[in-house]
Protein backbone atom coordinates (compact mmCIF):
# COMPACT_ATOMS: atom_id res chain seq x y z
CA UNK A 1 0.00 0.00 0.00
CA UNK A 2 1.35 3.44 -1.17
CA UNK A 3 1.84 5.81 1.26
CA UNK A 4 -0.28 8.93 0.74
CA UNK A 5 2.16 12.41 1.85
CA UNK A 6 0.48 15.69 1.82
CA UNK A 7 2.51 19.12 1.97
CA UNK A 8 0.91 21.99 3.22
CA UNK A 9 2.19 25.95 3.03
CA UNK A 10 0.60 29.04 2.72
CA UNK A 11 2.67 30.18 -0.56
CA UNK A 12 3.17 27.93 -3.85
CA UNK A 13 5.83 26.18 -4.38
CA UNK A 14 8.43 27.53 -7.05
CA UNK A 15 11.77 26.97 -8.38
CA UNK A 16 12.67 29.33 -10.84
CA UNK A 17 12.24 33.03 -8.94
CA UNK A 18 11.55 31.98 -5.32
CA UNK A 19 9.97 34.86 -3.55
CA UNK A 20 11.41 33.49 0.04
CA UNK A 21 13.28 30.56 0.44
CA UNK A 22 10.16 28.61 1.90
CA UNK A 23 8.89 28.36 -1.61
CA UNK A 24 11.94 26.63 -2.99
CA UNK A 25 12.78 24.08 -0.22
CA UNK A 26 8.64 23.46 -0.62
CA UNK A 27 9.12 22.51 -4.33
CA UNK A 28 12.53 20.70 -3.43
CA UNK A 29 11.04 18.40 -1.17
CA UNK A 30 7.65 17.98 -3.40
CA UNK A 31 10.05 17.36 -6.39
CA UNK A 32 12.36 14.77 -4.51
CA UNK A 33 9.29 12.97 -2.65
CA UNK A 34 7.27 12.30 -6.30
CA UNK A 35 10.46 10.73 -7.14
CA UNK A 36 9.99 7.35 -4.57
CA UNK A 37 7.54 4.54 -5.99
CA UNK A 38 5.91 4.03 -2.85
CA UNK A 39 4.76 7.50 -2.43
CA UNK A 40 1.78 9.55 -3.69
CA UNK A 41 2.12 13.19 -2.85
CA UNK A 42 0.16 15.91 -3.00
CA UNK A 43 0.09 19.68 -1.92
CA UNK A 44 -2.31 21.92 -0.52
CA UNK A 45 -2.25 26.16 0.06
CA UNK A 46 -4.27 27.08 2.67
CA UNK A 47 -4.10 31.41 2.76
CA UNK A 48 -6.19 33.85 4.69
CA UNK A 49 -8.95 35.78 3.04
CA UNK A 50 -6.45 39.19 2.44
CA UNK A 51 -4.00 36.71 0.41
CA UNK A 52 -4.54 35.64 -3.24
CA UNK A 53 -5.07 31.89 -4.21
CA UNK A 54 -3.82 32.72 -7.78
CA UNK A 55 -0.55 31.80 -9.42
CA UNK A 56 1.43 33.61 -11.79
CA UNK A 57 3.03 32.63 -14.58
CA UNK A 58 6.09 31.11 -12.70
CA UNK A 59 3.87 29.47 -10.29
CA UNK A 60 1.75 27.71 -12.98
CA UNK A 61 5.17 26.52 -14.73
CA UNK A 62 6.44 25.40 -10.99
CA UNK A 63 2.47 23.64 -10.99
CA UNK A 64 2.80 21.86 -14.17
CA UNK A 65 6.25 20.14 -13.65
CA UNK A 66 5.38 18.90 -10.41
CA UNK A 67 1.95 17.37 -11.76
CA UNK A 68 4.18 15.68 -14.75
CA UNK A 69 5.98 14.28 -11.55
CA UNK A 70 2.59 12.67 -10.41
CA UNK A 71 2.02 15.69 -7.54
CA UNK A 72 -1.40 16.09 -7.09
CA UNK A 73 -2.43 19.56 -6.55
CA UNK A 74 -5.50 20.06 -4.23
CA UNK A 75 -8.13 22.69 -3.99
CA UNK A 76 -6.54 26.04 -2.53
CA UNK A 77 -8.14 26.92 0.46
CA UNK A 78 -9.15 30.61 1.69
CA UNK A 79 -10.10 31.18 5.50
CA UNK A 80 -12.17 33.90 6.45
CA UNK A 81 -10.95 36.72 8.68
CA UNK A 82 -10.92 36.33 12.37
CA UNK A 83 -13.51 38.73 13.96
CA UNK A 84 -12.51 39.99 17.40
CA UNK A 85 -10.60 38.44 20.29
CA UNK A 86 -11.61 37.51 23.74
CA UNK A 87 -11.77 39.78 26.37
CA UNK A 88 -8.14 40.91 27.20
CA UNK A 89 -8.58 39.54 31.21
CA UNK A 90 -9.61 36.40 29.93
CA UNK A 91 -6.99 35.70 27.24
CA UNK A 92 -4.36 36.63 30.27
CA UNK A 93 -5.99 34.25 33.01
CA UNK A 94 -7.27 31.35 31.43
CA UNK A 95 -5.34 31.15 27.71
CA UNK A 96 -6.05 29.20 24.98
CA UNK A 97 -4.58 28.51 21.32
CA UNK A 98 -6.94 30.88 19.59
CA UNK A 99 -5.14 33.77 21.76
CA UNK A 100 -1.90 33.41 20.30
CA UNK A 101 -2.54 31.66 17.03
CA UNK A 102 -6.41 32.99 15.98
CA UNK A 103 -6.97 30.82 12.82
CA UNK A 104 -6.83 27.71 14.56
CA UNK A 105 -10.58 28.39 14.76
CA UNK A 106 -10.58 27.40 10.69
CA UNK A 107 -9.57 23.61 11.82
CA UNK A 108 -12.48 22.36 10.59
CA UNK A 109 -12.46 23.32 7.54
CA UNK A 110 -8.84 22.97 6.65
CA UNK A 111 -8.87 19.61 7.94
CA UNK A 112 -11.70 19.10 5.39
CA UNK A 113 -9.97 20.43 2.64
CA UNK A 114 -6.69 18.04 3.53
CA UNK A 115 -8.77 15.10 3.85
CA UNK A 116 -9.70 14.99 -0.04
CA UNK A 117 -6.09 13.13 -0.76
CA UNK A 118 -6.58 11.20 2.23
CA UNK A 119 -2.92 11.28 3.42
CA UNK A 120 -1.21 9.13 5.68
CA UNK A 121 1.31 11.97 6.59
CA UNK A 122 1.68 15.44 6.84
CA UNK A 123 4.56 17.97 6.34
CA UNK A 124 4.68 21.95 6.90
CA UNK A 125 8.07 23.10 5.57
CA UNK A 126 8.87 26.24 6.97
CA UNK A 127 5.47 27.10 7.83
CA UNK A 128 4.21 28.05 11.28
CA UNK A 129 0.99 29.33 10.18
CA UNK A 130 0.01 25.85 8.72
CA UNK A 131 2.06 23.97 11.59
CA UNK A 132 -0.72 25.75 14.43
CA UNK A 133 -3.23 24.84 12.24
CA UNK A 134 -2.63 21.27 11.51
CA UNK A 135 -1.21 20.30 15.19
CA UNK A 136 -4.24 17.85 15.91
CA UNK A 137 -4.50 16.48 12.29
CA UNK A 138 -5.05 12.62 13.06
CA UNK A 139 -1.97 11.36 10.87
CA UNK A 140 1.87 11.09 11.49
CA UNK A 141 2.92 15.27 11.28
CA UNK A 142 6.63 16.66 10.55
CA UNK A 143 7.20 19.94 10.55
CA UNK A 144 10.10 22.30 9.21
CA UNK A 145 10.16 24.86 11.58
CA UNK A 146 11.64 28.16 11.53
CA UNK A 147 12.25 30.55 14.70
CA UNK A 148 10.41 30.07 18.01
CA UNK A 149 7.04 32.19 17.98
CA UNK A 150 7.50 33.11 22.16
CA UNK A 151 10.95 33.80 21.90
CA UNK A 152 10.72 36.27 18.58
CA UNK A 153 7.68 37.76 19.85
CA UNK A 154 9.59 38.59 23.67
CA UNK A 155 12.65 39.86 21.85
CA UNK A 156 11.04 42.58 19.46
CA UNK A 157 8.94 43.34 22.31
CA UNK A 158 12.01 44.38 24.36
CA UNK A 159 13.20 45.90 21.60
CA UNK A 160 10.31 47.99 21.24
CA UNK A 161 9.62 48.54 24.58
CA UNK A 162 12.56 48.59 26.38
CA UNK A 163 12.06 49.24 30.32
CA UNK A 164 9.29 52.03 29.55
CA UNK A 165 6.85 49.58 30.67
CA UNK A 166 5.17 50.61 33.99
CA UNK A 167 4.83 47.97 36.85
CA UNK A 168 1.50 46.16 36.07
CA UNK A 169 1.77 46.60 32.51
CA UNK A 170 4.70 44.71 32.69
CA UNK A 171 3.17 42.23 34.61
CA UNK A 172 0.59 41.29 32.47
CA UNK A 173 3.50 40.93 29.77
CA UNK A 174 5.16 38.55 31.46
CA UNK A 175 2.67 36.33 32.37
CA UNK A 176 1.38 36.91 28.58
CA UNK A 177 5.06 35.96 27.43
CA UNK A 178 4.94 32.56 29.57
CA UNK A 179 1.34 31.80 28.62
CA UNK A 180 2.68 32.19 24.87
CA UNK A 181 5.38 30.00 25.34
CA UNK A 182 3.13 27.40 27.29
CA UNK A 183 0.97 26.47 24.55
CA UNK A 184 3.09 27.12 21.91
CA UNK A 185 5.31 23.87 22.82
CA UNK A 186 2.23 22.22 23.54
CA UNK A 187 0.90 22.41 19.65
CA UNK A 188 4.00 21.44 19.03
CA UNK A 189 4.72 18.86 20.63
CA UNK A 190 1.92 17.28 18.99
CA UNK A 191 3.88 16.54 16.17
CA UNK A 192 5.68 14.12 15.84
CA UNK A 193 8.68 15.25 14.40
CA UNK A 194 10.21 18.92 14.21
CA UNK A 195 12.80 20.05 12.04
CA UNK A 196 14.36 23.25 12.81
CA UNK A 197 16.33 25.48 10.41
CA UNK A 198 18.73 26.65 13.03
CA UNK A 199 20.71 25.16 15.44
CA UNK A 200 20.14 27.12 18.29
CA UNK A 201 16.30 26.91 17.81
CA UNK A 202 17.11 22.69 17.57
CA UNK A 203 18.68 22.97 20.89
CA UNK A 204 15.81 25.23 22.61
CA UNK A 205 13.09 22.84 21.25
CA UNK A 206 15.28 19.60 22.07
CA UNK A 207 15.60 21.00 25.73
CA UNK A 208 11.80 21.83 26.00
CA UNK A 209 10.38 18.57 23.75
CA UNK A 210 13.15 15.92 23.47
CA UNK A 211 14.50 14.29 21.07
CA UNK A 212 11.44 14.29 18.15
CA UNK A 213 13.37 18.08 17.81
CA UNK A 214 16.29 18.00 15.87
CA UNK A 215 18.07 20.42 13.49
CA UNK A 216 17.95 20.31 9.67
CA UNK A 217 21.00 21.38 7.51
CA UNK A 218 19.68 23.68 4.54
CA UNK A 219 23.16 25.11 3.78
CA UNK A 220 25.21 22.89 1.45
CA UNK A 221 28.07 25.02 1.15
CA UNK A 222 30.22 21.86 -0.08
CA UNK A 223 28.58 21.59 -3.28
CA UNK A 224 30.52 24.99 -4.12
CA UNK A 225 33.68 23.65 -3.14
CA UNK A 226 36.45 26.44 -2.64
CA UNK A 227 34.50 29.15 -4.21
CA UNK A 228 32.17 29.23 -0.95
Known amino acids: MKQK ?3 IN ?6 LRPVQAATLVTYQIIS ?3 KRPNLDVGFLKISLSHETSEMDEIQLQAKKALESLGVTYLDPICLPQILGLRPKLLRLLRPVPRDFYPYVVHRESAYAAAEAFKPTSIITPWCEFSTHLFSEFPVKKFTYYGNADPLVARIWSDYINGDRRRTLKNIAYKVTMKNFE ?3 LKEINKWNFIGLVSLNMAQYY ?3 LGEKAFYVNNLWTRKY ?3 W
Do not use: A, Q, V, Y
Open 182 to 184: KIH
Open 225 to 227: GNR
Open 5 to 7: ILI
Open 32 to 34: EFS
Open 10 to 15: RDWPEE
Open 206 to 208: KNK
